[in-house]
């Protein structure tokens, strides 16, 4: 007996172990769902198309199984593209089932009308439509099998009319997802290891591609007398039980960081594509190996690149070095790390007037969050406070769009790790810009009944936004907002929702908010003047602040100036 397109459709989503699609129905979409429903897959709806992305991804991420969309044709499924953009650059699995209209109407502009191809092409490993129903398995095979091995998105477009076809020659194509080890060669390992030996202060600087290589890179560094600095994404794999580690560099990290990348003679870096280029050493050696060949040198130049699997390349790398007897760059290092720390715990207290600085509540929620549990915070302060003041422990994971930097990531990305991992405690840190940009998704929260606790840091404005402004001289220009209560909104819609306006309350509510049984979100009138501080002082943002200061105090607004010293210094 022939199958419609659709049924073979969900049967590869299956095979390619697929748990979940995310999405909302329509008419071109309507006999894809019919199947889906029939089947072992989830079906979570949403009420954005780009929350449903964005969930997708983070579920992806998380778990690096196969996660899928599902949308209608031209609106429905072109609303994904900015959730598609944030997976394909996380290097998260997804796949998406791109409905579209009838072979017949395309290329006559019609109704709903759009050109897939074109649209998703820069966000994805693959991309193709279904032209004949007999391609149906061959081509969704080898979408699932792309996004799983290039490790990206794959979009797949089936016009209704294919989607509803007789499938007559089905043959079994499958998914294979083969994971081959990856090292350099003899001669590029001995080369690696003829630098690094050569290198009096050693250090390291290591990324997200060093997920599951902590313990190689503990005992590189053990030998080379190297102190370790990571980017934002490896903070969850690489700062728990690691004596060698100096936290980050960048606008984000410490001093610590920052300065021992730029003072060493030699670096090591490893699975790490930050983007930055004034972060790296100008004189430096540096070694760099990547999975991805396209990564060595896009950034800063290099001495030497490889191609290879951070894990087994290091334990191929350690023989041939050789062990460092000064270990005075990297006890300078851990020691000006241990100071920097405890400088900004020395600042995560409550504000003046009994006012609530964002970093404060986060150090709250740090302190009575799970040991396990997975945060996702906003773009803008929320991610800046949650990377700088919540404990990695080798169980905790903190997630946000740290590469491709859009609002709005953090609800919906909570409900995609809430999805994939039930028994966790899952925490979304929102900014009151990203989560009104998305309310919607609270009405999710509830349809699908995601037990997820949400905190707003409610300052009515686009905080992050504002700090740009005034580094560079200029006063708040559009980045005011003007908010609903969101404790007594979640509450109106059928969630936990409470409001706390002094510091005074918040750890009691923090610890009421954590215990809650099932969805609760808790809004925060956290301090609106609080600055993210680098962990370097230039001279451009400083005259800018100072510019800003001069034209507020003219604009009558120097009561402002004096408690943004008072907040920050």
């Given amino acids: ?63 690096n199984n196969l996660t899928a969309c599902a949308g209608s044709c031209g609106p429905g499924s072109l609303h994904f593209i900015n959730g598609l953009y944030e997976a394909n650059r996380n290097r998260a699995p997804v796949v998406l089932i791109a409905s579209q209209v009838m072979m017949s109407d395309m290329g006559f502009e019609f109704i709903q009308e759009v ?28 979408a699932c099998q792309a996004a799983l091995t290039k490790q990206g998105v794959a979009v797949l477009i089936v016009p209704v009319d294919i989607s509803h076809g007789e499938v007559h020659e089905d043959f079994p194509y499958r998914v294979h997802h083969s994971k081959p080890t990856i090292i350099p060669n003899s001669e590029e390992i001995d080369e690696i290891a003829r630098i690094l030996n050569a290198g009096k202060k050693v250090a390291i600087y290591a990324g997200a591609g060093c997920e599951r290589a902590l313990e190689e890179i503990r005992v590189v560094a053990e030998v080379l007398k190297a102190p370790v600095a990571h980017t934002s994404r490896a903070k969850s794999f690489l700062e728990a039980d690691n004596p060698f580690n100096v936290g980050m560099t960048g606008i984000l990290g410490s ?53 290879g699997d951070i894990k087994p390349t290091l334990r191929a790398l350690l023989p041939c070095l050789e062990e460092n007897d000064d270990a005075s760059f990297l006890q300078e290092y851990v020691q000006r790390y241990a100071k920097a720390m405890a400088s900004w715990n020395s600042h995560l207290v409550p504000g003046h007037d009994d006012t609530i600085p964002g970093s404060y509540l986060t150090s709250l929620i740090n302190r009575y969050a799970d040991d396990d549990a997975l945060i996702a915070g906003d773009d803008g302060t929320p991610i800046v406070w949650a990377i700088r003041h919540t404990t990695a422990n080798g169980k905790r994971r903190v997630f946000g769009s740290l590469l491709h930097g859009t609002m709005a990531t953090a609800l919906p990305s ?67 907002l003007k908010n609903p209560d969101f404790g007594k909104v979640a509450e109106a819609i059928g969630l936990w929702g409470k409001t706390v306006r002094k510091a005074s309350e918040i750890e009691a509510a923090v610890q009421e908010w954590l215990a809650q049984p099932g969805p609760a979100l808790l809004n925060v009138l956290v301090s609106p003047l609080e600055l993210v501080r680098p962990p370097f002082v230039e001279l451009k943002p400083v005259v800018g602040m100072a510019l800003y200061s001069t034209r507020a105090i003219l604009h009558g607004r120097g009561a402002e100036v004096l408690e943004l010293v008072r907040e920050n210094f």
């Fill in 255 to 307: 001093e610590a960081g920052y300065n021992a990348i730029l003072d060493c003679d030699t670096l090591l870096l490893l699975g790490a594509d930050f983007a930055w280029r004034q972060f790296y050493p100008d004189q430096a050696k540096i070694v760099q190996i990547d999975i991805d060949p396209t990564h060595l040198g896009r950034r800063h130049h290099i001495s030497f690149g490889a191609v």
């Fill in 1 to 63: 007996m022939s199958k419609k397109v659709a049924e073979i459709l969900v049967e590869v989503l299956e095979q390619a172990g697929v748990k979940r699609c995310y999405g909302i129905v329509g008419d071109t979409l309507n006999l894809f769902a019919e199947n889906l429903e029939r089947s072992s897959i989830d079906w979570v709806h949403v009420r954005h198309e780009e929350a449903g992305a964005f969930a997708a991804g983070a579920e992806a991420l998380l778990t």
């Fill in 115 to 142: 050109d897939f191809k074109t649209v998703f092409k820069e966000c994805s490993v693959f991309c193709d439509m279904i032209l004949t129903p007999d391609q149906a398995r061959k081509k969704a095979a080898m």
């Fill in 414 to 480: 909570a409900l995609g790790l809430k999805k994939a991992a039930p028994e966790r405690q899952v925490i979304a840190m929102c900014g009151d810009g990203g989560l009104s940009m998305l309310f919607g998704e609270l009405l999710t929260v509830i349809q699908e009944n995601v037990p997820i606790k949400i905190v707003v840091f409610d300052n009515h404005k686009l905080g992050f936004v504002e700090i740009e402004q005034k580094s560079e001289g200029m006063l708040d220009t559009f980045t005011r």
